[in-house]
């Protein structure tokens, strides 16, 4: 299983990014994709993850209302689009992928190399 994060960079707080993730080697209907960030110093955090299957999602509280989740089955690509964007969001941002249909997954199974997402303030 190979993921592979895109789409990170810097922006003024206020602004927008979009994630993307291509998964290679994943059969959709049987993992919960998404993404999970962590900041220096700080405990990794969920963010975000979908069920392509039964098409649930799941937001953590700190992103609900401005940060949304998609896939693309046909593409293998997992987005996440990030709106009013908070230097509290300045992360490195990981696509994951836990075996399972719940959201968020239990464990995570597969992760990429993280995409570095900078919020000025």
């Known amino acids: 299983v190979q993921l592979v994060e895109s789409g990170g960079g810097l922006v003024q707080a206020g602004g927008s990014l979009r994630l993307s993730c291509a998964a290679s080697e994943v059969t959709f209907d049987d993992y919960a994709i998404g993404w999970f960030r962590q900041a220096p110093g700080k405990e990794r955090e969920g963010v975000s993850y979908i069920s392509s299957s039964n098409g649930r999602t799941y937001y953590g509280d700190s992103v609900k209302g401005r940060f949304t989740i998609s896939s693309d089955i046909a593409k293998n690509t997992v987005y996440l689009q990030m709106n009013s964007l908070k230097p509290e969001d300045t992360a490195v941002y990981y696509c994951?992928?836990?075996?399972?249909?719940?959201?968020?997954?239990?464990?995570?199974?597969?992760w990429g190399q993280g995409t570095q997402v900078t919020v000025s303030s």
């Open positions: 994951a992928a836990g075996l399972g249909r719940f959201v968020p997954p239990p464990e995570i199974d597969y």
